[in-house]
């Protein structure tokens, strides 16, 4: 093409907010007329726009999109025949799917969690564009790096968010309205990277990182640095390795001289307790005929930090750090009847090395939720130390700091006509949790005025349960979640409840579904008029009665009609009694738990201490200790924290 020019969201498969102006633009030569057409070919309705490019050579059109609408073409033309047709539109509801790596997780990850989804699914009119990773620290830029919208189909599907996949999902299927998610998502990011300068100006250590990062020299070594040093750690580890050099993968390898440790389990309660370095693993398997010359399945957990794997000395996979599940597909060639010895090689770079608890260790055939045969790995196993080595450098992650992704990521789309965002963040912020509340207020307003589309919705996570990394009592995760819940203060926000969605031992759990669901409940009860309920229990008035030696809390519940209590572990939400998750203090702020019981809408808590009670807590913990409040829907009560007057 010539001169006019087109941003990347404007293409084949796009899908334009329904009832409001859209705006259409992009760049030409100056002085040239703009024609913009947008036709709705079942209707065989159109409608004419037309513009003069201005001397910065930018032009922009707005068109009215009224109601959804599937077969939609839309022709840009200018006055010197270049010209793009964008085929396969659509008109319905656009949101912007944000945050970090649990917003980001795609459907390739949950797919042994949702096979059936996987293989079968068809849903053309729930569309994701998934935004190219891109940072900049110098200027709010004008276009994407990379992304194409894409439709829901067995080919696509699993590049898809899992969680944005399935609240689009559940819209589509309950409105019959086209939904476009466009996925604007970076692991490990702080929400500082996803906000402005402009959103930053109340907070000045990040406006002075932001600063720092702003020099591309600074930069360029922050970069080297964390490649040479990564190179440097591993490299002269790998040289230091008798592992390697004697080859322990191989089935010759004498091993007397090993000792042997029951897996899976923490290095912390064993003799590899703080150990940083290599440390080889072994364990004999009896493979019978009937798994040989098939599929065969090998999964190990998830392992820290980083493993190789070989079976019979061959190499059969590795992954490079401690997050993803460890699922490797054993070559039909590899097993053979009888003795088979699996070998893997894990690098600890911080000391807390581990085998995850409660996961899978197992080799089996068929598909993971139709097994065939399987053979536990759990057990004992041979272990022997490859070499010693310090701490690993720690590394820069420079896309993390303030203004990067939202300069380069999210500034691109305010032309966008969008309904709302949905946000999955706070992970990254858990180190110092206290500004959060103030972060989000500055970035929620931020958005809206970019988009000047007034106070549109903006859907948020609590973070989920979580316990397996963290510190017991300063780990920020409450904090965090006590700051997400004052979120619902501000206009047109909603806050889902995760709580019992989490994975105590995963930092990603893989329950997206219902993540995705509970944030479509909240645009099917707020935006689309339908009666459905959308929030778990929530308070609406907190009663105090002093009796002789003792006060009663009376917590009266909205959302709910018969207070349900729920053992959080048990998958078929088995009723059970305790709940032992509500503190309250005193003057002084010092926490005890309190007997709870509920009778209907009502929660009675026991205070008994001749002090009356100040300040009450639910759920403030890395995860609940016991039992949790659900509706009768089916959602949560979410963790809070009040003052009691």
């Not at 077969?71 to 945050?99: H, T």
């Not at 085998?355 to 759990?378: A, Q, R, S």
Request: aromatic content about 12%; glycine content about 8%; some cysteine.
């Amino acid at each position: 093409m010539g001169c006019l020019r087109i941003p990347r969201l404007i293409s084949d498969g796009m899908i334009l907010q329904r009832n409001t102006h859209v705006r259409i633009w992009g760049y030409d030569c100056s002085g040239r007329e703009i024609t913009v057409i947008l036709s709705r070919l079942l209707e065989e309705k159109e409608q004419v726009r037309t513009t003069i490019v201005n001397q910065e050579g930018y032009w922009e059109i707005w068109i009215d999109t009224k109601e959804e609408s599937t077969e939609c073409q839309l022709i840009i033309r200018d006055s010197e025949a270049e010209e793009y047709c964008i085929k396969n539109v659509c008109i319905g509801d656009v949101f912007i799917c944000a945050g970090q790596s649990n917003m980001e997780l795609p459907m390739e990850r949950v797919k042994d969690q949702y096979p059936e989804i996987i293989e079968n699914v068809s849903m053309p009119y729930v569309r994701q564009f998934k935004i190219i990773e891109c940072c900049d620290f110098h200027k709010e830029t004008e276009e994407l790096l990379g992304g194409s919208w894409k439709e829901a189909q067995v080919d696509t599907i699993r590049e898809f968010s899992a969680t944005a996949y399935f609240f689009g999902k559940f819209l589509y299927e309950n409105s019959n309205v086209p939904i476009g998610l466009v996925n604007a998502t970076y692991g490990g990011s702080r929400i500082q990277s996803w906000m402005s300068r402009e959103m930053l100006a109340d907070f000045k250590k990040d406006l002075d990182l932001a600063d720092t990062y702003s020099n591309d020299l600074f930069v360029k070594h922050q970069q080297y640095k964390n490649e040479q040093q990564m190179m440097e750690w591993h490299g002269d580890l790998d040289k230091r390795d008798i592992g390697l050099e004697e080859k322990w993968y191989k089935n010759h390898c004498y091993i007397n001289e090993w000792d042997t440790m029951e897996l899976p389990g923490f290095f912390e309660y064993t003799p590899l307790k703080d150990f940083i370095g290599v440390v080889w693993f072994r364990k004999d398997i009896i493979i019978p005929k009937s798994m040989v010359g098939k599929k065969v399945n090998l999964w190990l957990g998830t392992i820290v930090d980083s493993d190789t794997v070989y079976i019979n000395g061959i190499l059969i996979g590795r992954t490079e750090y401690q997050y993803p599940p460890r699922k490797y597909n054993i070559p039909k060639e590899v097993l053979h009847e009888g003795v088979n010895t699996i070998t893997i090689r894990v690098k600890c770079e911080n000391g807390g090395g581990r085998f995850t608890p409660n996961k899978e260790y197992k080799i089996f055939t068929g598909e993971y939720h139709k097994m065939e045969e399987f053979i536990d790995l759990t057990g004992t196993w041979c272990y022997r130390i490859g070499a010693y080595a310090g701490k690993i450098p720690p590394t820069d992650f420079v896309n993390w700091k303030p203004t990067g992704l939202y300069n380069g990521m999210m500034a691109p789309c305010h032309r966008y006509a969008i309904n709302g965002i949905i946000w999955y963040q706070g992970e990254g912020n858990t180190d110092y949790p206290y500004n959060y509340e103030a972060l989000s207020t500055e970035m929620i307003r931020g958005y809206r005025e970019k988009w000047n589309q007034g106070s549109f919705p903006f859907y948020y996570v609590q973070l989920p349960n979580f316990t397996i990394d963290l510190d017991e009592v300063n780990s920020g995760w409450p904090e965090l979640r006590e700051e997400q819940e004052r979120l619902l203060d501000i206009e047109n926000t909603g806050m889902i409840c995760a709580i019992d969605l989490g994975e105590d031992n995963d930092l990603h759990p893989l329950n997206k579904m219902e993540v995705g669901e509970r944030l479509a409940r909240l645009v099917c009860a707020k935006q689309y008029g339908m009666n459905i309920e959308y929030s778990g229990p929530t308070i609406e008035h907190i009663h105090v009665v002093s009796k002789e030696k003792q006060t009663e809390i009376i917590i009266t519940c909205g959302h709910v009609s018969e207070l349900l209590i729920k053992d959080r572990i048990c998958r078929n939400h088995r009723t059970v009694e305790e709940l032992i998750d509500f503190l309250v203090a005193g003057d002084e702020a010092v926490y005890e738990t309190v007997q709870a019981k509920v009778v209907g809408n009502r929660i009675h808590l026991q205070w008994e201490k001749e002090e009356r009670p100040r300040y009450l807590r639910y759920c403030h913990s890395n995860a609940p200790k016991g039992a949790l409040l659900y509706n009768e829907a089916g959602l949560p009560m979410a963790p809070f924290a009040r003052g009691i007057e």
